[in-house]
């Protein structure tokens, strides 16, 4: 369990809201709950077999993302789909960074622990530098279908944790970061193609190998809990 003093699982039950998440369609939020309860109920003794399931599971959702949001930029401006891309970032920044704190307020093994500071210190940068990217460039993130889509994922993964047993949680939030980085690093990469401007390329290039680094971690952390 994490070091220092112990607190209890919860200290009431916080709302999407509160954690930072906007509401979102609740029909799209049932069936990605779904898809995450899914993936729990397969699980085994074997979580390599565990975070291969929650890797091609992500990556498929993640082409299914590209694919939308290429139809959804066609015919856009360049600054229109800088500006939706930003949005798409922007929304996973807050979805991550709003999972982790929620997993940093229960009791948590060391580890888990470790990779929830790590998700929210860098994802909190990301953030800053990017709505820094925007201010200079005189964009406004723009709201779509895929930011929408990723935002109702990020409700349904925060209800799945605060729903979760404690003896469950430390192998299932991992096995979350694993599905939803490797989402949102088919998301980003495709984002890369769909926009001109370099340094906002090279940027989402950063924040892609940003979101291997966790994704990898994340399946460390998962092979460490049966």
Do not use: W
């Not at 979805?95 to 982790?100: P, R, S, T, V």
């Not at 994802?123 to 990217?133: D, G, R, S």
């Not at 994704?215 to 049966?226: E, F, I, K, Q, Y």
């Amino acid at each position: 369990m994490a070091t220092g003093g112990m607190r209890s699982r919860r200290s009431g039950k916080r709302s999407a809201a509160e954690l930072g998440i906007a509401d979102a369609d609740p029909t799209g939020m049932r069936k990605y709950m779904f898809l995450i309860v899914l993936l729990a109920s397969c699980s085994n003794n074997n979580n390599n077999d565990r975070e291969q399931r929650a890797s091609d599971a992500g990556a498929a959702r993640g082409g299914d993302l590209v694919t939308q949001a290429q139809g959804n930029f066609n015919g856009s401006s360049d600054q229109d789909d800088m500006a939706k891309a930003a949005s798409i970032v922007s929304t996973i920044n807050t979805g991550e960074i709003a999972q982790a704190n929620l997993v940093l307020s229960l009791n948590v093994a060391s580890d888990v622990r470790d990779l929830a500071n790590e998700i929210v210190a860098d994802h909190q940068a990301n953030e800053t530098k990017l709505q820094a990217m925007m201010q200079n460039a005189s964009i406004t993130v723009m709201d779509n279908p895929v930011s929408t889509s990723l935002r109702t994922e990020a409700m349904a993964g925060l209800a799945k944790l605060q729903s979760d047993a404690q003896t469950n949680l430390d192998a299932d939030y991992p096995e979350m970061q694993v599905m939803m980085h490797q989402e949102a690093f088919v998301v980003v990469g495709g984002l890369r193609d769909l926009v001109v401007n370099e340094a906002f390329r090279q940027f989402l290039t950063d924040t892609q190998n940003t979101i291997q680094q966790h994704r990898n971690h994340a399946g460390t952390v998962l092979g460490s809990h049966d």
